[in-house]
């Protein structure tokens, strides 16, 4: 079974600090990796996914994660953060080549501090 | 392209009320997942369908709970009778269904669910 773990429940950071949401995952086999973002009262949009090749994955919004093997991780990365990013971030892991359930963690609350 | 679809946004019942929530997919995305997600949690799977099969509802709670997606296209859940705990957040979301292409799933906004 698939699992994933983020530690910090709340992130607070001032505005164009950088900032870094940590994320752990645990699988027997392949996964794809995902980081949604929700914003207050709406549902989840997907930031960005790893699939395969390059480690270093971005979206559109400057945000960037890395997948690394070794240590079962897919932290979540801005150098400049705005207080347009405040939302609930929820790394997600689903199992590769399979029409399977995504698994969420507990999510990462960005508080954006002026 | 239209996204996934939820009605309605919010809804106040009292317990031992039931409710039914509805969902439109995304079109041509054969798997449709309902998923809970209570305040301060991440969103957890109570059941996916691949068009109109059930393929995973092990953490549905059967006894109150009910889903059904009968012409493979759009899917109602209900909750009878509706209990405090259920206060939740339920999200809607769609695939491509089992393809090489099918790597995210897609969500609604969402029901707010509140039981008093």
């Known amino acids: 079974a698939q699992s994933v773990t983020q530690l910090d429940s709340q992130v607070p950071v001032f505005e164009e600090a950088p900032v870094e949401l940590r994320c752990n995952y645990s699988?027997?086999?392949?996964?794809?990796l995902f980081w949604y973002v929700q914003y207050p009262n709406q549902g989840l949009q997907l930031l960005l996914k790893?699939?395969?090749?390059?480690?270093l994955v971005e979206s559109i919004n400057g945000f960037e994660a890395e997948f690394n093997k070794s240590q079962t991780s897919f932290h979540l990365r801005k150098p400049s953060v705005h207080i347009s990013d405040t939302a609930e971030y929820f790394c997600?892991?689903?199992?590769?080549?399979?029409?399977?359930?995504?698994?969420f963690g507990k999510g990462t609350r960005l508080h954006i501090l002026p | 392209e239209a996204g996934v679809a939820q009605s309605p946004r919010y809804k106040i019942i009292e317990k031992r009320q039931s409710v039914a929530f509805w969902c439109n997919p995304i079109s041509g995305h054969a798997t449709l997942y309902w998923y809970q997600q209570i305040l301060g949690q991440g969103p957890k799977l109570l059941i996916q369908?691949?068009?109109?099969?059930?393929?995973?509802d092990s953490q549905l709670p059967k006894d109150r709970f009910s889903a059904e997606r009968l012409k493979g296209v759009d899917s109602t859940l209900k909750i009878q009778p509706a209990k405090l705990e259920d206060s939740a957040v339920y999200l809607c979301?769609?695939?491509?269904?089992?393809?090489?292409?099918?790597?995210?799933?897609?969500f609604g906004q969402g029901t707010r669910l509140t039981v008093v």
């Open positions: 790893y699939l395969s090749g390059s480690t």
């Open positions: 369908f691949q068009n109109n099969g059930v393929v995973d």
């Open positions: 997600a892991v689903r199992r590769m080549n399979r029409d399977d359930k995504i698994i």
């Open positions: 979301a769609s695939s491509l269904g089992f393809t090489f292409m099918n790597t995210e799933a897609f």
């Open positions: 699988s027997s086999v392949s996964v794809y």
